[in-house]
């Protein structure tokens, strides 16, 4: 097996052409050869298989008693970690629910319990029988690794499904649907919310951030230079978005909303179905357009912005910054639909003026076409030492995959429970553990090993 570091070593002098054509043709290299941290090793439990040295800890399942008095929501999605005070981390995270997923919810199976957080904390009350049960918990994590509290930091939002953390030390949680108010829901949903990242019991002001746009979001990734907001659509014809807020820091005090338009390209074809448009490992100049009307009451955004030339991409799923870059996730990319990640690298003049004559380069990162090296990516991270870490959300056995910084694969972890996706792979703030979930059974996993 080739070692971690001699890889590293060797792939830092490989040119970025070569790289492109070896991302292009992945699957055809020698089985024999190995990256990552070798085969793994099936768990005598039956819940997760690692490498050899590496193991996990259940932190949380689905149903505990939380401290705030309410039940830990199930359909735990994606999520980020914090450093708390005294060492502590503080991990939030987020669950994937709608206002009739009560079995589930926080609130007990009657929604007995919803007098527990105060009216005016929900985003949508439901009319006070009937709330959505979506949002978001935070855990705090000792040094030691064990939970200290975890409790609901946002109330009332539907189909928390992924989302970012900010430099300024919180989360923005997105709601993947576009229901408007009815009988049901008090309130239109389809928007981000921020919460904070916090130790003590206390949840979020319920504010919808409007002006990032109203659509079916995924996730979203900050450049921390900029402060501009990116933002992925879960949608098989979605955009990609930036937000490029008023005051940076402050993504409430409203912003523009714009979509990627690749410049030699209008309304290109990203997803590569029909035919091979795009070749991984090459990059493409890109601008940006302002898109009018962002609350899309039509549920139009996405069309409209097609229109004036964005590029589509199949179904934008996890985003993360890392390596001064935006990775995302597209689920169903590719001529298989198994998915593609791709990369973009924002202008030094970002959102700025000057940024005509230096533009952003977007590029198609990995393509495998092969589920048996991913199987249709969802959530994804950087680790900290730049390997990209994939969440696979496939209709069979669902892995961790790794990905080196050069494009090459390997399994770093294999849900051996059941068959549902894995969600929000996030590392610790000192890069030791490893916290992802398995999603329909609402467990929490701690993965700590010899990451290098």
């Not at 179904?315 to 590719?334: D, I, K, Q």
């Not at 690298?345 to 092969?370: C, I, K, R, T, Y």
Request: hydrophobic letters at 35%.
């Amino acid at each position: 097996m080739v070692s971690r570091r001699h890889f590293l070593k060797a792939a830092a002098a490989v040119t970025v052409g070569f790289a492109g054509l070896q991302r292009h043709a992945l699957w055809a290299a020698p089985s024999s050869v190995e990256y990552g941290y070798g085969p793994l090793v099936p768990d005598p439990e039956g819940i997760f298989d690692l490498p050899k040295g590496f193991s996990y800890q259940i932190i949380s399942r689905m149903g505990d008693a939380m401290d705030d008095g309410l039940l830990l929501p199930g359909e735990p999605d994606a999520m980020a970690t914090f450093a708390g005070p005294n060492n502590r981390t503080l991990l939030v995270r987020n669950h994937e629910l709608t206002a009739g997923a009560k079995k589930v919810g926080a609130f007990g199976e009657d929604n007995q319990w919803i007098d527990k957080i105060p009216r005016g904390e929900f985003y949508d009350w439901g009319r006070g029988t009937d709330p959505a049960l979506g949002g978001t918990t935070t855990v705090v994590i000792s040094p030691e690794g064990q939970v200290e509290r975890q409790f609901m930091s946002l109330v009332g939002t539907v189909r928390n499904c992924a989302g970012g953390p900010t430099p300024w030390g919180s989360w923005i949680t997105c709601e993947e649907t576009v229901l408007l108010a009815d009988d049901l829901y008090e309130q239109d949903h389809g928007y981000n919310f921020e919460v904070p990242a916090r130790s003590e019991i206390s949840r979020a002001q319920p504010i919808p951030l409007r002006d990032m746009g109203r659509f079916n979001h995924e996730a979203v990734a900050v450049d921390p230079q900029s402060g501009i907001v990116y933002e992925t659509e879960d949608r098989g014809d979605g955009l990609i978005y930036r937000y490029i807020p008023n005051e940076k820091g402050n993504l409430a005090a409203g912003g523009r909303l714009q979509a990627l338009v690749v410049i030699d390209a209008p309304s290109l074809d990203t997803r590569n179905w029909k035919e091979t448009l795009v070749l991984p490992g090459q990059p493409m100049a890109v601008r940006w357009i302002d898109m009018e009307n962002v609350h899309s009451p039509k549920d139009d955004l996405r069309l409209r912005g097609s229109a004036q030339g964005a590029a589509r991409f199949a179904r934008g799923e996890g985003m993360w910054y890392g390596r001064e870059a935006v990775y995302f996730a597209c689920t169903s990319g590719g001529p298989n639909r198994k998915g593609q990640v791709w990369r973009y690298m924002p202008s030094p003049v970002e959102g700025m003026p000057a940024e005509e004559g230096q533009p952003g380069l977007l590029e198609l990162f990995v393509e495998p076409n092969d589920g048996g090296i991913v199987d249709m990516a969802d959530n994804l991270t950087i680790a900290p030492w730049g390997d990209v870490i994939l969440c696979e959300d496939g209709p069979e056995n669902q892995y961790l995959v790794g990905v080196t910084p050069e494009g090459q694969f390997y399994k770093l972890g294999h849900n051996a429970y059941n068959h549902s996706e894995l969600t929000g792979s996030v590392f610790s703030p000192d890069g030791q553990t490893l916290y992802v979930n398995i999603q329909k059974s609402g467990i929490t996993l701690a993965i700590r090993g010899p990451w290098v």
